[in-house]
Every structure is written in structure tokens, then in C-alpha cells.
């Protein structure tokens, strides 16, 4: 049940941006990442996890540097900066914030499901 | 496999700008499929397999492709030139104002168009110095350590020519030139040892000690400080630290 083309829509760059609050990592670790951590009901293409690379690195909130890759290959790493820091806490309460409403319209306030 | 993934690659990537993005997000898609690969090995599925899952894997990457083909790549890196051809003239007014000011202040017209050259000689190596660092930190070692080359001879004549000049001793200032391996060797040294932190370089240190020896001997015995024999020993004990040096790493190896 991998719908998650709708899931994910506006949330890849604050995702991308918490893995990498947590170490420096690069595409195909992070793309292997997500759909672990979303217990293979979520999947990215690398498409798209590439194209917020770029545009996230063209906005200041990531930096990159190239690391040794697998049979003599390089790879590419990506760091956060402190201004992808910011915009990661401003996502974060945001998403807080409108988790909370959805809660309240879909489950309902205090009453049972 | 990554040749195999890099012939797909240069097929994908034809006709597509040569420019720093476009280079790097095709060893971004190499390091991905290697990666994607070495995953499916353990897949126990046959080359020709993987080779066809890896690929269809960046099928994505096509839109990125095209959007890097539009790009006016021309636009971009006649800017980059243009802001790199003002550096430069703004260092070379400066370099020919310095001149003209020591000249007309010290009169010394036949010493300071030295200045000149000194100055054209520090640009040469600033760029290729750039360039180097460049090429390190794009992990390509072996360009890194080529332009330490250019970069070691500029500096050594730029040396012979300020001491024969200033000094009038050019009928020993060539030693200078004697240093040219030794310099080369120290900056490749410095550069193999961050490009492979956890080997011990063992030949070019031999190579080192031996020059070094040489060296000394040599330019020590032109210059009159020591004589020819007995110090020939010089390079004798630097033959015996070289083996001290190789059997001491043929034994921590076996």
C-alpha cells in the first residue's frame, strides 16, 4: 500500500532535513532510510529525493562533500547547515501544529474513533 | 560492473554540458548504482540481473538529465571567466604598480622589473595551487599530486631567479635547482599521506631519504662546507636508514 506519493507531497525536504540532523548521509542511504523507517508502507524515488537535494542545496540548507563509495566509485555526502537546522524546527512545529488540527477533524477531540 | 555502469552512464550523459554540475551529478548516479549493486548482490542474482535492476533504478533521473540539457551552461561560465579575468587584471595592477613605485623610489630599473616576474610566477602557482586543491577535494588524487609538479618548478626558478638577481650568485644559485626532486617528492608525500591516511607511503619516503642524502652531500661538498671524503658517509647512512625503513615495513607486513 505504497501510496506515497500523496503522504509525502511537501514533506520530503523536512524528512531529508531530520535524517540528516542526525548524521551526514548520502542518496541512497536516505532513500533506503525513509522506506525503512516508514516500514516499506513508504517509499521515494531517487528522483525526487535527488531533485530536493539540489534544490535544497541551492536554498543554503544543505552542504555536500564527496566520500570514498563502494568499488571505486565516490560518493556524494550531504551535511545540514545551521540554516537547514531553522527551517527543520519551523517544519517540525508547523507539522506539529497541523497534526494536532487533523487529529481533532479526523479522530475527533476526546472522543473515541 | 563499474565500468559497465560507466559506459551507461557517458551514453545517458551525451551531449549534455561539460560543467562541474553536470560532472558531479553523473558520479553522484555511479556512486548510486555501485551502492544499489553491492545490494543486490547479496540477492544472489546474476551480473546481467543487477546491471538491469540498478539502471532502471535511476529511470527517474531522466527529467534531471533534461533540465541539465536546457541549462545555458555557456551563460554560466562566461561569467565565472569574467569575474576570473577581473581578478586577474585587478593582481596585475597591482603587481605593475608595485614595480613602478619600487622603481622610481629606488631607481634600480634593471633589479625590479624582477617584480614582474615574481609576480606572474605567484599567479601561476596560485592558480594551479587552486586547481590542486580543487582536484583534492573532488578526490581525485592523481591531478592533485600531477600539478604539485608545475607547481614545485615554478616556485624553485622564482627562488633562483630572486637570489641570482638580488644577490649576484648565479654561479651557485643553480644548486637550487638540486632541490627540485626533493620538493616534488615532500609535496607528493604530504598529499598521499591525507589521500591514504592509514598506509605508510614506504617507497617515496625511501626515494626521499635517498635524494635528501644525495643532496647534501653534493651541495654541501660545492659549497665548500664539507669535503668529498669522508663524507660520502652521508649517503651511505642514508642507504641504511632507507633499508631500516623497508625492513621494518616488510616485517610489520608479513
Known amino acids: ?113 | 560492473m563499474l565500468s559497465r555502469f560507466q559506459s551507461f552512464l557517458k551514453e545517458e550523459f551525451k551531449g549534455l554540458p561539460n560543467t562541474d554540475e553536470v560532472t558531479d551529478f553523473k558520479d553522484e548516479l555511479l556512486g548510486n548504482l555501485m551502492d544499489k549493486a553491492e545490494e543486490l548482490k547479496a540477492k544472489d542474482l546474476s551480473e546481467d540481473e543487477i546491471f538491469q535492476q540498478c539502471v532502471q533504478s535511476i529511470d527517474g533521473y531522466k527529467e534531471t538529465l533534461k533540465e541539465l540539457k536546457g541549462k545555458p551552461a555557456l551563460v554560466r561560465s562566461a561569467k565565472k571567466a569574467a569575474n576570473s579575468l577581473l581578478y586577474a587584471l585587478m593582481y596585475f595592477t597591482l603587481v605593475i604598480g608595485a614595480y613602478l613605485a619600487v622603481s622610481f623610489v629606488t631607481e634600480e630599473w634593471r633589479l625590479t622589473w624582477l617584480i614582474i616576474v615574481e609576480g606572474a610566477f605567484l599567479f601561476t602557482v596560485g592558480l594551479l595551487g587552486s586547481l590542486s586543491v580543487k582536484a583534492f577535494a573532488k578526490k581525485k588524487y592523481l591531478h592533485s599530486r600531477a600539478l604539485a609538479v608545475p607547481i614545485s618548478a615554478i616556485l624553485v626558478t622564482g627562488v633562483f631567479l630572486a637570489v641570482s638577481m638580488l644577490m649576484d650568485l648565479w654561479k651557485i644559485s643553480w644548486i637550487a635547482y638540486l632541490f627540485l626532486p626533493i620538493l616534488i617528492i615532500i609535496v607528493d608525500l604530504i598529499i598521499g599521506a591525507f589521500s591514504r591516511p592509514n598506509k605508510i607511503i614506504v617507497p617515496e619516503s625511501i626515494a626521499l631519504i635517498m635524494l635528501l642524502s644525495v643532496m647534501s652531500y653534493v651541495v654541501l661538498g660545492i659549497l665548500g662546507i664539507l669535503s668529498w671524503h669522508p663524507y660520502w658517509l652521508i649517503i651511505l647512512g642514508g642507504a641504511l636508514i632507507s633499508l631500516g625503513i623497508l625492513a621494518f615495513y616488510l616485517k610489520k607486513k608479513l
Not at chain 1, 59 to 71: F, I, N, P, Q, S
Open chain 1, 1 to 113: 500500500m505504497a501510496q506515497s506519493g500523496e503522504f509525502l507531497r511537501g514533506h520530503t525536504d523536512t524528512i531529508i532535513l531530520r535524517l540528516l540532523i542526525d548524521k551526514d548521509s548520502y542518496g541512497y542511504e536516505i532513500s533506503n532510510n525513509i522506506t525503512e523507517l516508514g516500514q516499506g508502507l513508504i517509499e521515494v524515488k531517487d528522483a525526487t529525493i535527488y531533485t530536493a537535494f539540489r534544490r535544497m542545496e541551492k536554498e543554503g540548507l544543505l552542504a555536500t562533500y564527496w566520500g570514498d563509495g563502494v568499488g571505486g566509485a565516490r560518493r556524494r555526502y550531504y551535511s545540514i547547515t545551521e540554516k537547514g537546522r531553522e527551517v527543520y524546527k519551523a517544519k517540525k512545529a508547523e507539522w506539529l501544529q497541523i497534526k494536532k488540527i487533523l487529529d481533532n477533524l479526523i479522530v475527533g477531540g476526546n472522543k473515541n474513533a
